[in-house]
């Protein structure tokens, strides 16, 4: 199961969002490098599942976007884990947050 955002920044402010997120869901992302997820991207791993942070550029194979729905420039924030409900104190974390504009997308 997969919940997703989108995050209305541009992956040239990947750095500043991944701080911003960190503090909002309270957990330690990591920097990571994958041309599955685009490029550079911020990984964290809680009791819920895998946090995501990254472009919604893929380089592979010919530079579309991972969610089509969502400007190719802009940031993802994926929520991966078991079941969604394991996820209510995050989204309500991220859907609270003012100090970045966070879209849920169903």
């Known amino acids: 199961m997969r919940v997703t955002f989108d995050i209305r920044e541009t992956e040239q402010e990947l750095d500043s969002v991944a701080e911003i997120l960190s503090e909002a869901l309270k957990v330690k992302f990591v920097r990571r490098e994958s041309s599955f997820r685009g490029g550079d991207y911020y990984h964290a791993e809680v009791q819920e599942g895998d946090i995501y942070l990254q472009g919604n550029r893929d380089e ?21 884990g078991p079941d969604e409900q394991s996820w209510q ?6 859907e609270t947050t003012h100090r970045v504009g966070v879209v849920r997308l169903k």
């Open 89 to 94: 104190k995050a989204v309500h974390a991220l």
């Open 60 to 80: 592979l194979p010919d530079d579309d976007p991972f969610e089509p729905k969502w400007p190719i420039d802009q940031l993802i924030l994926y929520l991966s």
